[in-house]
């Protein structure tokens, strides 16, 4: 019986621990997804791009109905930012086609600075989408492209374009 007792209590305290840890995963750890650095470099660009570029405009909505689509719940652009903030970005595939999670790219910037292996690293991705928690970004403008595919080889893209305001 007192053997019983102790496989019982071990069993919970593996189940707490188990939790515990998931939570914390779940949370994460602060992770900057841009340095300060990297961020000035698409100021410095910014501006030189816009004297030199003739600007692309984006459809609102897909001209192909069977592409992907991406739903960006967070950040909204309704409020102030302030940082870390969290990403939430949700994927749906046609009826009969499936995200390619392999496919996924994170663009930051007039430069395109390709960020997806530090969200690979630091957030939750699955095929309805991306959520990352506890982003540190510098305070100013910001835009990220999201691109996505299927399995018939559709493509996707969104930008978000967001400001993080100063918490001072």
């Known amino acids: 019986m007192k053997s019983q007792k102790i496989i019982f209590f071990a069993k919970v305290l593996i189940v707490l621990s ?10 994460g750890e602060p992770f900057m997804l841009v340095s300060e650095e990297e961020y000035q470099m698409q100021l410095g660009q910014k501006g030189e791009s816009r ?12 001209s192909d109905e069977d592409s992907p689509l991406i739903t960006i719940n967070s950040p909204t652009v309704t409020s102030g930012l302030y940082s870390p903030i969290r990403i939430e970005i ?30 690979r690293r630091h957030a939750q991705i699955s095929h309805s989408g991306i959520i990352a928690e506890n982003v540190q970004l510098p305070v100013g403008e910001h835009n990220i492209t999201i691109e996505i595919k299927d399995s018939r080889k559709k493509s996707a ?3 978000v374009y967001f400001e993080v305001l100063n918490n001072e």
């Open 90 to 119: 949700n994927f749906k595939a046609s009826d009969d086609a499936v995200i390619q999670i392999d496919s996924l790219k994170v663009l930051y910037g007039w430069l395109k600075l390709d960020i997806t292996d530090r969200i």
């Open 18 to 27: 188990g939790l515990s840890i998931s939570s914390v995963l779940m949370a």
């Open 51 to 62: 004297k030199r570029m003739k600007f692309k405009t984006r459809a609102l909505f897909s």
């Open 157 to 159: 893209d969104k930008d």
